[in-house]
């Protein structure tokens, strides 16, 4: 399966990031390391779970027990550590450090909560992509409330990782003459924020599902395609800018966790192969943190 190799590849990028973290956790210069390292793995799992389900795509009682427990450990607990680890190291003011903290987990224990408990309407169709016919389902919610409250969970959650790495860049280097943050923010990072908001309404159109019957240029895969050609186009300059030290690699982390949330929105609401393809920019991201951070201290060692 195309998408099995995706979740594979991600899965597996994911992993030896968290390996490697963890392993380097004394000598980077961050801190606590290991709450990413943490939260990386778990997303990892929670994808994996994601790739098992499929394999029982007609026993609805497992593929939905192997769902709830990717959409826990994924959607609901990994975001406390990564969040965390994001407020520790690029907010300095304490009150808003610690205030964002407790917010951030109380609404990620209540996401959990919705992972584990409320009725879920298990819907099976086709599945785009894949050269042999096959079928895959989606849980969204039965319950408006819940369904509501996940969307703006990932809307606010994402925005708010993205703009706090961007702010704290803008911050650290603000004495560099440099229109770096200028471009980046307003011709990738607030269009990236716009595809966030309108993500999860599109997806909830009748028009945006994807049919079999129809030509490949329909409408929601030219949204996944510009999607795509997006994230694309901001690794690469995200990654040229970082490297330049014309912005603060604190981009690649906040990019990277949010990219492993606001996916989950088409995967719930519309089908999870739109999401198991936007999941790995936010592994190659957090792959880049490390690959970074490693050359930092390479640098630093050559000059010493």
């Given at each position: ?10 899965v ?18 961050k ?6 390292a ?14 098992i ?7 609805a009682?497992?593929?939905t027990?192997i769902?709830?427990l ?13 969040a965390?680890?994001?407020?520790k ?15 951030t ?22 599945a ?20 509501n ?8 959650l994402s ?10 860049s ?10 770096a ?15 966030i ?6 997806a909830?159109?009748?028009w945006?599902k994807?049919s ?5 240029y329909?409408?929601?895969n030219?949204f996944?395609?510009?999607?795509i ?5 901001l ?5 040229k800018?970082?490297?330049s ?6 981009l ?6 949010a ?20 999941y790995v ?7 880049l943190?490390?690959?970074n ?5 390479e ?6």
């Amino acid at each position: 399966m195309f998408t099995g190799l995706i979740i594979a590849i991600t899965v597996v990028l994911l992993w030896f990031t968290s390996y490697r973290l963890y392993k380097a956790r004394r000598i980077i210069k961050k801190e606590k390391v290991e709450w990413l390292a943490l939260a990386a793995f778990m997303a990892g799992f929670g994808i994996l779970c994601y790739g098992i389900r499929s394999l029982f795509i007609d026993s609805a009682e497992t593929d939905t027990f192997i769902y709830r427990l990717g959409i826990t450990v994924h959607l609901g607990l990994s975001f406390i550590p990564a969040a965390l680890f994001v407020y520790k190291n690029y907010i300095g003011n304490k009150l808003l450090k610690n205030f964002l903290g407790v917010l951030t987990v109380i609404g990620a224990l209540i996401m959990t909560y919705a992972c584990i408990f409320p009725k879920l309407n298990r819907i099976v169709k086709p599945a785009p992509y894949e050269p042999i016919p096959m079928s895959m389902s989606n849980f969204p919610w039965a319950s408006l409330t819940w369904k509501n409250y996940f969307i703006w969970y990932s809307i606010l959650l994402s925005l708010l990782l993205i703009w706090t790495a961007f702010v704290y860049s803008v911050r650290r280097l603000k004495e560099i003459k440099s229109s770096a943050h200028s471009v980046l923010g307003i011709f990738l990072l607030f269009p990236l924020s716009i595809v966030i908001v309108i993500m999860p309404f599109v997806a909830m159109q009748s028009w945006f599902k994807f049919s079999p019957a129809l030509p490949w240029y329909q409408w929601s895969n030219l949204f996944v395609f510009f999607y795509i050609a997006l994230s694309i186009l901001l690794i690469w300059t995200v990654s040229k800018l970082v490297a330049s030290k014309k912005i603060d690699a604190s981009l690649h982390y906040g990019l990277g966790i949010a990219y492993l949330s606001f996916p989950a929105m088409l995967c719930i609401l519309s089908t999870p192969i739109f999401a198991r393809l936007l999941y790995v920019p936010g592994a190659i991201f957090l792959y880049l943190v490390f690959r970074n951070e490693l050359k930092s201290l390479e640098t630093q060692n050559i000059t010493q």
